[in-house]
Nanobody, 124 residues
Framework: QVQLVESGGGLVQAGGSLRLSCAAS????????MGWFRQAPGKEREFVAC????????YYSDAVKGRFTASRDNAKNTVYLQMSSLKSEDTAVYYC?????????????????WGQGTQVAVSS
């Protein structure tokens, strides 16, 4: 079992920044990939970003490319999502996800464990 705890969500004005964190614990092993997804009210969950086991490979959705940055600290078993130039359309519940594969994954169905979600609200 793997447990994921997200933090860092909140209310921010458009153009502002937030950093989300996701701490993994349990039987993570040493090589795993992590993803970030989000779900806005009335919409389906969508891919935001992912990062491979070493942090050397990242992928982003077109909606956030150039504004969001995924990173990780393997010593702390924590991944981060730095969000800048936030827009009202970024408002959503953000989820982190865990997969035992070392490769970065963009599909929600490939992840085995999910966090509880953290709310991000961007006011215009």
């Amino acid at each position: 079992q793997v447990q994921l705890v997200e933090s860092g969500g909140g209310l921010v004005q458009a153009g502002g920044s937030l950093r989300l964190s996701c701490a993994a614990s349990g039987r993570t092993g040493s090589m795993y990939s992590m993803g970030w997804f989000r779900q806005a009210p009335g919409k389906e969950r969508e891919f935001v970003a992912c990062i491979n086991w070493s942090g050397a490979v990242t992928y982003y959705s077109d909606a956030v490319k150039g504004r969001f940055t995924a990173s990780r600290d393997n010593a702390k078993n924590t991944v981060y999502l730095q969000m800048s130039s936030l827009k009202s359309e970024d408002t959503a519940v953000y989820y982190c996800a865990f997969d035992y594969s070392a490769r970065a994954r963009t599909q929600a169905g490939e992840y085995e464990y999910w966090g509880q979600g953290t709310q991000v609200a961007v006011s215009s």
